[in-house]
């Protein structure tokens, strides 16, 4: 029987982060069409019974599924690789990683980081030549595999829930969704919050999780920075104690006026896509976020919210002053995310791999 086996090297289960987040929707879309496995770092609870297995990265069941498999599906990652001649490969490149790792280790890395930044260069190298099919996250990001030999789809990121109303009364409540990576600026945001309420707007900024849910990647390093933006900020800066169950998430933005995404000028920002938009998307909270990048250009398009230059405070704070005084420019914003909320449903943005696997199935050969 003609199966399918998506990959990740990320944790799948009651709390999640991007790579997690998208793999568990494109096991779930791919299972209404083909038998599907999904291999991963289980950790707690599933968000919701899925129609789909589940299985450990490195079980004795992961293994003989990956071997099985007629199609893998996943990101270039120790581990997934093409088991056998006749598997068709496709290779999910939506996480610029090289651009990240870049400006996670600085312009001195160390001999071990160095190591590991060669390794993932190798395993993107690997990916573009040896897939069958590649996806990109944006039309920007084409630019980064043009030397791909494989075709390339484009699938962004998605949403669930679409048409649920929006709440008609909300708090104050800027909210951070991500982590507070080396490449954006969380900074920023505390002084615009901060200089926001001193113009006699009350509000508070709120850091939906600390450490990603992976906790074989935490690092301390995050933890203390982000401790030492809570006291700079004090009294108007506050962040949940765990990273915020996947099931949850929604239910902060709802409670929110503003989801806030900042960043600095970097190529990673130029190239990535910020996963925290669809779910404001979702929840349908305007949005402020820094020039360059995928989200900038949406949020400016359709009307979403306020885009601000970089690492400039004074215009994020008149972002929130805006988004919180002006009624009518706060209200066409919810009605903007409401109407685009179709187009980023999961099975609406995953219907290029869909059907792509439905024609190997038809023409299984190689």
Same mark, same amino acid.
């Given at each position: 029987?003609?199966?399918?086996?998506?990959?990740?090297?990320?944790?799948?289960?009651?709390?999640?982060?991007?790579?997690?987040?998208?793999?568990?929707?494109?096991?779930?879309?791919?299972?209404?069409?083909?038998?599907?496995?999904?291999?991963?770092?289980?950790?707690?609870?599933?968000?919701?019974?899925?129609?789909?297995?589940?299985?450990?990265?490195?079980?004795?069941?992961?293994?003989?599924?990956?071997?099985?498999?007629?199609?893998?599906?996943?990101?270039?990652?120790?581990?997934?690789?093409?088991?056998?001649?006749?598997?068709?490969?496709?290779?999910?490149?939506?996480?610029?990683?090289?651009?990240?790792?870049?400006?996670?280790?600085?312009?001195?890395?160390?001999?071990?980081?160095?190591?590991?930044?060669?390794?993932?260069?190798?395993?993107?190298?690997?990916?573009?030549?040896?897939?069958?099919?590649?996806?990109?996250?944006?039309?920007?990001?084409?630019?980064?595999?043009?030397?791909?030999?494989?075709?390339?789809?484009?699938?962004?990121?998605?949403?669930?829930?679409?048409?649920?109303?929006?709440?008609?009364?909300?708090?104050?409540?800027?909210?951070?969704?991500?982590?507070?990576?080396?490449?954006?600026?969380?900074?920023?945001?505390?002084?615009?919050?901060?200089?926001?309420?001193?113009?006699?707007?009350?509000?508070?900024?709120?850091?939906?999780?600390?450490?990603?849910?992976?906790?074989?990647?935490?690092?301390?390093?995050?933890?203390?920075?982000?401790?030492?933006?809570?006291?700079?900020?004090?009294?108007?800066?506050?962040?949940?104690?765990?990273?915020?169950? #996947?099931?949850?998430?929604?239910?902060?933005?709802?409670?929110?006026?503003?989801?806030?995404?900042?960043?600095?000028?970097?190529?990673?920002?130029? #190239?990535?896509?910020?996963?925290?938009?669809?779910?404001?998307?979702?929840?349908?909270?305007?949005?402020?976020?820094?020039?360059?990048?995928?989200?900038?250009?949406?949020?400016?398009?359709?009307?979403?919210?306020?885009?601000?230059?970089?690492?400039?405070?004074?215009?994020?704070?008149?972002?929130?002053?805006?988004?919180?005084?002006?009624?009518?420019? #706060?209200?066409?914003?919810?009605?903007?995310?409401?109407?685009?909320?179709?187009?980023?449903?999961?099975?609406?943005?995953?219907?290029?791999?869909?059907?792509?696997?439905?024609?190997?199935?038809?023409?299984?050969?190689?």
């Amino acid at each position: 029987m003609f199966g399918v086996a998506v990959h990740t090297p990320d944790v799948v289960g009651e709390r999640m982060a991007g790579p997690g987040i998208r793999a568990w929707h494109f096991a779930g879309e791919l299972a209404k069409h083909f038998p599907t496995i999904l291999i991963c770092k289980r950790e707690g609870k599933l968000p919701s019974a899925p129609a789909f297995r589940v299985a450990a990265r490195g079980s004795a069941e992961a293994l003989v599924a990956m071997k099985s498999a007629d199609v893998l599906v996943g990101q270039p990652a120790r581990g997934f690789r093409r088991q056998r001649r006749t598997q068709h490969i496709v290779y999910d490149l939506f996480d610029p990683v090289l651009l990240e790792l870049r400006e996670m280790y600085g312009r001195h890395p160390s001999m071990r980081q160095r190591v590991h930044l060669r390794a993932e260069r190798w395993r993107v190298e690997k990916a573009m030549d040896e897939g069958d099919l590649l996806i990109v996250a944006t039309e920007k990001q084409r630019a980064l595999y043009e030397k791909a030999k494989g075709p390339l789809i484009e699938i962004p990121f998605g949403i669930e829930d679409v048409g649920v109303a929006a709440p008609a009364k909300r708090e104050n409540i800027i909210l951070w969704g991500g982590g507070t990576w080396e490449w954006l600026d969380p900074a920023t945001a505390v002084e615009a919050v901060t200089a926001a309420n001193r113009r006699g707007i009350d509000c508070r900024l709120l850091f939906l999780g600390r450490s990603r849910p992976n906790r074989h990647a935490v690092d301390r390093r995050r933890e203390d920075r982000l401790d030492a933006l809570i006291a700079g900020g004090a009294p108007f800066v506050s962040a949940n104690d765990s990273w915020t169950p #996947y099931r949850d998430r929604l239910t902060w933005l709802r409670r929110s006026k503003v989801a806030i995404m900042l960043h600095r000028p970097t190529a990673e920002a130029a #190239y990535s896509i910020r996963t925290r938009l669809f779910d404001a998307i979702a929840a349908a909270v305007p949005v402020i976020t820094t020039e360059q990048g995928f989200a900038a250009e949406l949020v400016a398009a359709e009307g979403l919210g306020v885009v601000v230059p970089s690492s400039d405070a004074a215009a994020v704070a008149d972002g929130i002053v805006r988004l919180i005084r002006d009624d009518g420019f #706060y209200a066409a914003c919810v009605s903007n995310l409401v109407r685009i909320q179709p187009r980023f449903a999961w099975d609406v943005v995953t219907r290029p791999l869909i059907e792509a696997v439905k024609q190997w199935q038809r023409r299984p050969e190689r």
